[in-house]
């Protein structure tokens, strides 16, 4: 990727992690923390109460972690590691939100994902929107220098 | 008893406001298209030292015997909210955008409102 197009490579690294595509990394990384850390503490206290709802809170958080790593990176390869990620995080909130939602008995104990991020002032549900947004949006910008229009 | 004195409401109380106080900063400098600067780092390192004082105040607690129920999310939140304040200070340092103020400002919302989680679950003391 950049060694092929150093100078390319240079602008499109800065496309999703610099400007406003800096703080939504930052709002991703919080999110690998948070989903992380509650899969991990789900999985090794109580896996046995509920392991569906436990096992997507630790597929919510691999989807996290390579959103953030694929958007701090940026470059072609990041963008598009990051737009596989951030879809399936869009395909998730909506069907772990809903599902959570019509079968409560199925979700008996939270996950990042439950009633579309509720648990999380509705960050899930709003943060692939964005996310898509910035990549969408940054597709055809990588030649522009960083910056031109955060500034 | 003791406890009821550990992670004190005067402590999460002094962890919302420099959190709420250090997030309008960073959101105004973001406003007026600054860059951050000193007081930003300031105002993040005395939000993780009333962190590790929360820290620490809770290991002790916890190590007298006075649990919260769910413990493993507890210690989890505990020992995560110290990492915000510093990966906020270290990602908004390279930023040299308007934009690192929007980054300390959510690093600062994030342990505010993670105060307020801790707050809760220790409230809920299974003892």
Redesign the interface.
């Known amino acids: 990727m950049s060694e092929r197009f150093p100078a390319d490579g240079r602008a499109a690294v800065d496309s999703t992690a610099?400007?406003?595509g800096?703080?939504l990394?930052?709002?991703y990384?919080?999110f690998a923390?948070?989903a992380g850390?509650?899969a991990?503490?789900q999985l090794?206290?109580r896996f046995d109460e509920a392991p569906l709802a436990y096992l997507l809170s630790a597929l919510a958080a691999v989807v996290y972690v390579v959103a953030t790593v694929g958007l701090a990176r940026g470059g072609r390869t990041g963008r598009r590691t990051a737009l596989v990620a951030i879809t399936v995080e869009l395909i998730g909130v909506l069907v772990v939100g809903t599902l959570s939602l019509a079968d409560p008995a199925a979700f008996p104990d939270e996950t990042v994902w439950s009633a579309y991020g509720r648990g999380y002032f509705f960050v899930p549900l709003v943060l692939p929107v964005l996310g898509l947004w910035l990549l969408r949006s940054r597709a055809g910008g990588g030649l522009r220098s960083r910056?031109d229009r955060?500034? | 008893m003791p406890g009821a004195l550990l992670v004190t409401p005067l402590l999460v109380g002094a962890i919302t406001v420099v959190a709420l106080l250090l997030a309008a900063l960073g959101a105004a400098t973001t406003v007026v298209g600054r860059r951050i600067g000193l007081v930003h780092v300031a105002g993040a390192g005395l939000l993780e030292l009333l962190l590790l004082l929360q820290a620490g105040i809770a290991a002790a607690a916890m190590a007298g015997g006075t649990r919260p129920a769910d413990t493993p999310t507890f210690v989890s939140y505990l020992i995560g909210v110290l990492l915000v304040p510093v990966a906020g200070v270290l990602w908004a340092r390279t930023e040299r955008t308007r934009w690192a103020g929007t980054v300390i400002a959510v690093a600062a919302l994030v342990v505010a409102v993670m105060a307020w989680r801790l707050q809760q679950l220790w409230e809920a003391t299974g003892v």
Do not use: Y
């Open positions: 610099s400007g406003p800096r703080v990394v930052a709002v990384g919080i923390l948070a850390a509650r991990a503490v090794s206290t910056g955060d500034r």
